[in-house]
Nanobody, 117 residues
Framework: HVQLVESGGGSVETGGSLRLSCALS????????VGWFRQAPGKEREGVAF???????NYAWSVKDRFTTSKDNANNALYLQMNSLKPEDTAMYYC????????????WGQGTQVTVS
């Protein structure tokens, strides 16, 4: 079955950087919609960064110019480079895949915690 496994979370100080990775099995990232979401305690889940099937990226306004998402099709991996981190970036981060690009996001990772203090 399809599995997404995130890694790379942790605790950093304000202004620091982290790089999240998402390994995908049983499904190729090629020509699929993939993305990153986050959820902070007491808040709704929000979309952070996305790559469409054509490879174009899109970001939430709150992370634009600080976060960069990319994928390595050869290694079937998805990345989220997070720079200039702020305390408000603290959340559980999830990668997700939506093969038909219908914004249904049927496949999710287990999440990785990012804490900025």
């Amino acid at each position: 079955h399809v599995q997404l496994v995130e890694s790379g979370g942790g605790s950093v100080e304000t202004g620091g950087s982290l790089r999240l990775s998402c390994a995908l099995s049983q499904l190729r990232y090629n020509n699929k919609c993939v993305g990153w979401f986050r959820q902070a305690p007491g808040k709704e889940r929000e979309g952070v960064a996305f790559i469409d099937r054509g490879g174009a990226t899109n970001y939430a306004w709150s992370v634009k110019d600080r976060f960069t998402t990319s994928k390595d099709n050869a290694n079937n991996a998805l990345y989220l480079q997070m720079n200039s981190l702020k305390p408000e970036d603290t959340a559980m981060y999830y990668c997700a895949a939506d093969p038909p690009c219908h914004s249904l996001w049927p496949y999710w990772g287990q999440g990785t915690q990012v804490t900025v203090s």
